[in-house]
């Protein structure tokens, strides 16, 4: 079975350019993730998917990052005008939730972003 | 804010010793988990302890969780080069929330 996939695995794009990132998760995983990493830092939390339920955008940073999921499959995330500090790396996991909360989450390798 | 926080933020042993990470979390919690991530690639699922747990191992893996004092503990047994990775612990407050992940400890194995 294939795991979490990303695309692109790496993004170059000028200030101001829109990009739009794609996470495909493994297949029957209800929850989807994505984090953000600048270099050297942890997991930034932006928004979480979770079956039919209302996404949980808490994390976005601003109103230029904004993320869609088509069911229970893939997930896109755009950042719109693209800055500088956009630049990171962009991870996308996916869970089944299971008993008491005791799921795991499983990694896409991500997708690396630089905004020149 | 960061839930879990970890400690040392970089460790550098020698092949065979043995490593220790810790974490440390403000709130009560479900879980708690720990991954690891290689360098440039995605996180992989370690080990998960419950909160009604004080100690879990998983091969060469010993975790442990104090929940008075809202700390965990992760220990690499004869430590390997290829150990080298960066270690994070997520919290998992309640059954229904999400995981948050601490800013990583990063491990060197020198060879």
């Known amino acids: 079975g294939a795991g979490v996939s990303q695309s692109p695995s790496n993004k170059v794009t000028e200030k101001g350019k829109d990009v739009e990132l794609r996470c495909d998760p493994i297949s029957g995983h209800t929850a989807l993730y994505w984090y953000r990493q600048r270099l050297g830092q942890g997991l930034e939390f932006l928004i979480y998917?979770?079956?039919?339920?209302?996404?949980?955008k808490s994390g976005l940073p601003s109103d230029r990052f904004s993320a869609e999921r088509t069911g229970e499959s893939v997930s896109t995330l755009t950042i719109q005008r693209t800055q500088q500090e956009d630049s990171a790396v962009y991870l996308c996991?996916?869970?089944?939730?299971?008993?008491?909360?005791?799921?795991?989450?499983?990694f896409g390798p991500g997708t690396r972003l630089l905004v020149l | 804010s960061q839930q879990g926080e970890e400690d040392p933020q970089a460790l550098s042993i020698q092949e065979g010793e043995n490593a220790t990470m810790n974490c440390s979390y403000k709130?009560?919690?479900?879980?708690l988990q720990w991954y690891r991530q290689n360098s440039g690639r995605g996180l992989v699922h370690l080990i998960l302890?419950?909160?009604?747990?004080r100690e879990k191992h998983s091969g060469r893996l010993r975790v442990t969780l104090d929940t008075s004092k809202k700390s965990s503990s992760l220990l690499i047994t004869a430590s390997r080069a290829a150990d080298t990775a960066s270690y994070f612990c997520a919290t998992r407050p309640g059954a229904n929330s999400k995981l948050t992940f601490g800013k990583g400890i990063t491990l060197s194995v020198r060879p």
């Open positions: 709130t009560s919690i479900n879980n």
């Open positions: 998917f979770q079956g039919n339920s209302a996404p949980d």
């Open positions: 996991a996916s869970s089944l939730p299971g008993l008491a909360g005791a799921e795991t989450q499983y």
């Open positions: 302890i419950r909160s009604n747990e």
